[in-house]
Structure formats: structure tokens, C-alpha cells
């Protein structure tokens, strides 16, 4: 349980790094873009090749498919809620001209970290040891989104402060979520272990397809479609020699 815990804040890092370069550090755009779609490519593929075939092959079609489709709707009913107040801007970095979406950017950001932590402790007991993959996508993913969403805090009129503590609240809790799934899926049968995982990878596939792709895009242009398809291609040989 400890382990999950600590290789939950080790994946969790990227955001403190991310925000602190976002906060000191001026980071072209397309650079942060780039990082995000080859992030997004690796997420995608660690969701499928990790999550999805072990939930089938313990849970076997039908649970895998429910929890699958369950986290995505539970996802986007989250992000819905949350973009009206302002929370869908979380991984932009420009200015919000209504001033007032810095607690829905904070929620939105504990939003995607949850099933992104939870697979950690999933994986852990599906492998019975770390995935490097799964850690390898989280960290990567989390830091243009931390850089991005601090640059757009900072434009907000939040202090440097006050932003670092958003993120420090962030890790502590990716930690948690890691270790409080491992402790409350533990026990449960391999159908139960199985659906869970479907679900966060559910939640993921629909979170990079609703706030990742979008920006990436926006900021790198068509480039970053190869640079996604050359993540999915490193989860895929990570996993072979895995």
C-alpha cells in the first residue's frame, strides 16, 4: 500500500515540476503542445495496452466494457459541471477575463489526477510490481498540463504562492488516490480488480480526448497528431519489453 502511495507521488512529481517552470520560466507554447500530444499518445496506450487487456483478461467482456464506458460518461459529466465555471481553460495558458475560474481549475486538475493515480494501484496488483509504463505516461502527461495551467493562474492574478500550494494539494492527493485504491481494490475479486481498471481507463481515454488533444492542437497544430502516434508507439514497445 505504501508502495502505491510513493509511486503515486513519484508520477505525481511532473506536476510540481511543470508548475514551477510555468511560474520561473517562460516556455514556448508549441514546446509545451508537443509534450502534451506525445503525452496524450502514451496515455492512450498505456490505458489500452495495460488497463484494458488485463481488466478482459480478468474480468473478462462484458465488466470490462460497463466500467469502460462508466468512467468515460462519469468523466464527462464532471467536466461539464466544471467548464461552466471556467474549469475547462485548466490546461491553457491564457488569461480567464472573468477572473474566477481558479477553484474550478484546481477541481478539474484533482478531476483528471484521480483515475490517472487510481491506475497506479490497479496495476500494481494486476502486475504484482510497478508498471514503468503506467508511471512513464502519468509523468509525462502531468507536466505541460501543471505548465500550462500555472501560466493561466498567474495571468489570473494568483500568487506564486498560492499556486505552488494548489499543485503541492495536487501530488499529496495523487499519492492518496494510489493508495486508497490499492487498499479498497485489494480485496476484491479479479472481476471487481478488472472493472476498476476498465474504469479508470475509461475516465483517461475521455479526459485526453476532451482537454488534451484539444490543446495540443490548438497550440502545435497538425504536427502533434505524428507526435501523439509516436506515443502509442512507445507505450506499445514498452509493454513488449515490459
Known amino acids: 500500500m505504501l508502495q502505491a502511495a510513493l509511486w503515486g507521488g513519484i508520477a505525481g512529481s511532473s ?17 509545451s503542445a508537443f509534450v502534451m500530444a506525445f503525452g496524450t499518445g502514451v496515455l492512450i496506450g498505456a490505458a489500452t495496452f495495460e488497463l484494458l487487456i488485463n481488466a478482459v483478461n480478468e474480468g473478462g467482456l462484458l465488466y470490462s466494457s460497463l466500467g469502460f464506458l462508466l468512467g468515460a460518461v462519469i468523466f464527462i459529466v464532471a467536466e461539464l459541471i466544471i467548464s461552466k465555471k471556467g474549469g475547462n481553460e485548466r490546461k491553457r495558458s491564457n488569461i480567464n477575463p472573468e477572473h474566477h475560474s481558479g477553484m474550478a481549475i ?12 487510481l491506475i497506479i494501484g490497479v496495476s500494481l496488483l494486476e502486475n504484482h510490481s510497478i508498471s514503468w509504463l503506467i508511471i512513464i505516461a502519468i509523468f509525462i502527461s502531468n507536466f505541460p498540463e501543471a505548465l500550462s495551467s500555472s501560466i493561466g493562474l498567474k495571468k489570473d492574478g494568483y500568487s506564486k504562492k ?5 499543485w503541492f494539494v495536487v ?7 494510489s493508495m486508497v ?31 488534451m488533444m484539444p490543446e495540443a492542437f490548438e497550440e502545435g ?3 502533434v497528431g505524428l507526435l501523439s502516434a509516436g506515443g502509442v508507439l512507445c507505450s506499445l514497445i514498452l509493454t513488449y519489453f515490459g
Open 162 to 166: 498560492k499556486i505552488l500550494i494548489l
Open 106 to 117: 484546481f477541481i478539474g486538475t484533482i478531476i483528471d489526477a484521480i483515475p490517472e493515480s
Open 181 to 211: 485504491g490499492y487498499a479498497l481494490i485489494g480485496p476484491s475479486s479479479e472481476v471487481v480488480q478488472g472493472a476498476v481498471g476498465a474504469f479508470a481507463a475509461g475516465g483517461i481515454i475521455a479526459m485526453v480526448s476532451a482537454t
Open 171 to 177: 501530488l499529496v492527493l495523487s499519492s492518496l488516490s
Open 221 to 223: 497544430g497538425p504536427i
Open 15 to 31: 506536476l510540481f515540476i511543470g508548475a514551477m517552470l510555468g511560474i520561473y520560466k517562460e516556455i514556448p507554447k508549441k514546446v
